[in-house]
C-alpha cells in the first residue's frame, strides 16, 4: 500500500512539472502599488495573511526576478517591487477566479512587473521600466525557465502618480494610448488585450482629470474596470486586502466576458 501512495505522489509530481512546461496561458500584471499589492501592509510590514481565493495553486505560477518560473503566491511582486513592502495584490484572486473556466490541463502564468510610485511617464518606450516589462514578457512567452506559453493580456493598474500635475493629469490618456501601441508593436502582438483599472483613490487635486482618461480610452480589445468604491487600507491610497480580491475577481470575470465568450 505504502509503495502505491509514493507512486500516486511521484506521479502527481511529475504531472504537475510536465504541465508547469507546457503552453502557459500568460498574464502581464503591470502599474504601479495597487498592482504590485499593498493590501495588509500597515506601517511598512505585512501582515502575512493569504485569504482563501488567493492561495497557491499548482497551476498557476509565476515569473521571477531571476527568470524562472515557479509556484505562484502572495506577495507575488516581492522580488519585483522589492524596494518597497508588498503584500496581497489582485494577481491570486485573479488567476484563481480564471482558472475554472479555462480548459482542465490549463497553466496560468503571471508576470509580475509592477512598481510602487511610478507615473506614466516612466512606463514610455525606451524608460527601465518599460524596457524591462517588454524583456520579461518575451522571456516569459519564450521559455526561458522552464517552459513558454501566449501572452494573453495585460493587468495594468497606474495613474495615482499622475494626479498632482494638471500637465500630468492631462497627458495622460495620450501617454497611455502611446503606451498599448508600443508595447503591442514591440511583443508582436496587434490585438493584445488590455485589461485597465480606473484608479480609486488619492488626494491629489487631479485624480478625476486621470480617471476621465482612464473610462474613455477608446482603443480596439481594451477595457476599463473601474475600482472606484472598494474598500482601502487606514493609508486611503492602497485596495485593502478584502478590496484586492474583489478586484481579481472583478478582473477575472472582465477577462472572461471580453475575450473567452
Not at 500597515?42 to 497557491?56: E, N, Y
Not at 514610455?124 to 518599460?130: F, T
Request: proline residues 6%; contains cysteine.
Amino acid at each position: 500500500m505504502r509503495s502505491d501512495v509514493e507512486f500516486c505522489l511521484r506521479s502527481d509530481r511529475i504531472d504537475r512539472r510536465q504541465r508547469s512546461r507546457m503552453g502557459k496561458q500568460i498574464f502581464i500584471l503591470s502599474g504601479q502599488s495597487n498592482m504590485s499589492g499593498r493590501g495588509g501592509v500597515l506601517h511598512r510590514r505585512w501582515d502575512g495573511v493569504v485569504p482563501p481565493a488567493c492561495c497557491p495553486n499548482p497551476s498557476v505560477l509565476r515569473f521571477a526576478a531571476a527568470s524562472l518560473w515557479e509556484e505562484a503566491r502572495d506577495p507575488l511582486h516581492a522580488d519585483i517591487d522589492a524596494a518597497k513592502v508588498c503584500g496581497v495584490g489582485p494577481g491570486m484572486a485573479f488567476a484563481n477566479a480564471l482558472l475554472p473556466r479555462l480548459p482542465a490541463d490549463a497553466v496560468i502564468g503571471l508576470v509580475p512587473c509592477a512598481i510602487g510610485g511610478t507615473p506614466i511617464r516612466e512606463w514610455e518606450r525606451g524608460c527601465h521600466l518599460y524596457e524591462k516589462m517588454v524583456r520579461r514578457a518575451r522571456e516569459a512567452a519564450e521559455g526561458s525557465g522552464g517552459g513558454g506559453g501566449e501572452i494573453k493580456a495585460v493587468l495594468w493598474y497606474q495613474g495615482e502618480s499622475d494626479t498632482s500635475s494638471r500637465d500630468a493629469a492631462e497627458a495622460y490618456g495620450a501617454k497611455m494610448e502611446s503606451l498599448i501601441r508600443d508595447l503591442r508593436s514591440d511583443l508582436q502582438l496587434p490585438s493584445l488585450p488590455f485589461i485597465q483599472v480606473a484608479i480609486a483613490s488619492g488626494d491629489k487635486p487631479y485624480i478625476d482629470v486621470v480617471r476621465e482618461a482612464q473610462l474613455q480610452l477608446n482603443l480596439p480589445n481594451v477595457v476599463c474596470v473601474d475600482a472606484m468604491g472598494l474598500p482601502l487600507n487606514s493609508d486611503h491610497l492602497h485596495l485593502s486586502t478584502e478590496a484586492q480580491v474583489l478586484l481579481g475577481e472583478m478582473l477575472a470575470e472582465t477577462y472572461v466576458k471580453h475575450y473567452l465568450s
